[in-house]
């Protein structure tokens, strides 16, 4: 096993597809040796790229609970059913805006740092100099942000859907005197299990997608800062655009297949 | 330490065989061979665009080149699988022209890098080797500091002192002293002379401060530019290249405007040129 994953890990070229072989390699080797996998490298840039990322996050969350309560409850009201506004912004949150909105906030606050930092420590050699030292830059640079971002996308997707319910209960509540009981009672009771799994489910493929993404414009930068600044961009217009793709589809297989 | 007339294989740390680099259909190097020996300090020079970085990334393995070998410590790098390189690079480090330090490290954990992520060392160990190698470059107490609050001159230094981590046997050195003042290069020099001179690292520098170049090499290597481009010049001990009467070669050493490296193109050139045959 050993042999076979370090021959995946000196395949040469810098193709995206390269990068993502490079990252499964990585992962598989450290679960094999301690001191590939650092701890506390991990723990650090949870904090920067997930944890730091909540503030906005919530905002957001918080924003589009709002949003859909207000705006259903102008439409299911001429039905007279505006006890179904719960279950509507339950479900909204779960399968659909809460991974989605989540992760395009974190890749326009955290993918576009990513693709900033690496970059600038390709124009000044700091990237180089890594390789100089044996150090692989995947393993020392991408693999902590990987494993950091997969974790804490969907903590970030849980935290924020919780959240949006809270600003959904918010309008329930003070415009249309509705119980919180009533409120928790159907915003909790009427989704299944499996649309919290689909949002999660979205929400790990959007965060590998945002850091392989980001990774990949950062260390292939090439120029000074304006390739840092295209590369800044590209992290966060590709990241998005393959992301709402993503969304499509996975959106289509647990419709039509699932 | 001066040069030796030895040619053991044993004694041979680099040796550059028909190096050749083409970039487009442009030729930057043309059949580059010269050899280094064990405990040299040996200086390529050239002017700008003559292909110097070109080289030292190709030596580093940072590179492939168009054809040609480089053999570093009996094992061709050209070759090397990515794993055999970093195993290679193991034994010798890189000075960087700007240093190439982590801007989100201190200092210290600059220096300690290398140390952690190849050694087996207890932490109180190599923090007591990061102490002696700033030491050694006399920045003591400067552990704490970013590379963004210390000077550029510092911050070549900490970029010596984190090549020097893992006690290499080859030191290659990326222009050391272009930006410094006088004395900054002198204490640059310096540092260059006691790790070979006194630790026994073997050096390979490139640079084009000619007074800086004369006072750390054993030998040296000139790389042509212009109608001379990839071609070797002249090589040799110091002496040997301010003996040699190649006009080239003098008018870079006394740094002369004008000569066989142009300033300025010459007339019929220069009508091709504004004519757009050229």
Redesign the interface.
């Known amino acids: 096993m050993k042999f076979s994953l370090?021959t995946l890990l000196?395949v040469?070229g810098n193709g995206y597809g390269l990068l993502n072989v490079r990252i499964f390699g990585w992962i598989l080797y450290g679960l094999t040796r301690r001191d590939v996998l650092v701890p506390s490298e991990i723990l650090r840039q949870m904090i920067r790229i997930g944890v730091q990322a909540l503030p906005m996050a919530s905002l957001v969350a918080l924003s589009v609970g709002f949003i859909l309560a207000m705006q259903s409850s102008t439409e299911l009201g001429k039905l007279g059913a505006n006890s179904f506004i719960p279950d509507l912004v339950s479900l909204s949150l779960m399968r659909e805006l809460g991974p989605l909105l989540i992760a395009i906030i974190v890749v326009g606050r955290s993918g576009s740092a990513v693709a900033a930092e690496i970059g600038?420590?390709k124009v000044?050699?700091?990237i180089?100099?890594l390789?100089?030292?044996?150090?692989?830059p995947v393993r020392y640079l991408v693999i902590p942000r990987y494993i950091a971002l997969m974790i804490m996308l969907p903590c970030l997707t849980i935290f924020g859907n919780c959240v949006g319910l809270a600003g959904g209960w918010a309008v329930c509540a003070s415009t249309l005197g509705m119980t919180t009981s009533f409120f928790i009672e159907h915003a909790v009771h009427r989704p299944e299990l499996w649309d919290l799994y689909s949002g999660l489910i979205k929400s790990v493929v959007f965060a590998h997608i945002l850091i392989t993404t980001a990774c990949y414009q950062g260390l292939s930068v090439e120029g000074g800062a304006d390739g840092v600044g295209r590369a800044t961009t590209n992290a966060v217009v590709y990241a998005i655009l393959w992301i709402i793709i993503a969304d499509a589809l996975l959106t289509g297989l647990f419709f039509f297949v699932l | 330490m001066k040069s030796t007339a030895s040619t053991s294989p044993s004694d041979i740390i680099l040796e550059v065989k028909d190096l050749v680099q083409v970039y487009g259909k442009r030729p930057v190097l043309n059949g580059i061979n010269f050899q280094v020996r064990k405990g040299e300090t040996f200086v390529i020079m050239g002017g700008s665009g003559c292909g110097k970085t070109t080289l030292l990334r190709i030596l580093i393995g940072a590179q492939r080149p168009t054809s040609g070998s480089v053999h570093i410590f009996g094992e061709d790098i050209t070759t090397a699988s990515p794993q055999e390189l970093d195993r290679i690079r193991l034994r010798f480090g890189m000075n960087f022209q700007f240093g190439a330090l982590f801007q989100s490290m201190t200092v210290g954990e600059n220096i300690a890098l290398p140390l952690q992520e190849h050694s087996q060392v207890d932490p109180s160990l190599i923090e007591m080797v990061v102490k002696m190698k700033l030491e050694l470059v006399g920045l003591t107490g400067f552990e704490n500091f970013k590379p963004s609050e210390i000077s550029g001159g510092m911050r070549k230094r900490v970029g010596l002192a984190r090549a020097l981590a893992l006690d290499p046997e080859l030191l290659f050195s990326d222009e050391p002293t272009s930006g410094l003042d006088p004395v900054m290069t002198a204490v640059v020099d310096q540092l260059t002379l006691d790790s070979t001179r006194k630790i026994g690292v073997t050096a390979v520098v490139v640079s084009h401060d000619m007074t800086s170049c004369f006072r750390i090499a054993t030998r040296m290597l000139m790389l042509g530019s212009g109608s001379r481009q990839g071609e070797i010049v002249a090589e040799g001990t110091p002496a040997e290249i301010k003996a040699n009467p190649d006009p080239f070669l003098q008018q870079f050493i006394r740094g002369e405007a004008d000569g066989p490296i142009p300033f300025r193109l010459s007339q019929d050139d220069y009508l091709k040129h504004l004519l757009g045959d050229g």
Request: charged fraction near 30%.
């Open positions: 370090q000196n040469e600038t420590m000044n050699e700091e180089e100099a390789r100089v030292m044996a150090i692989p």
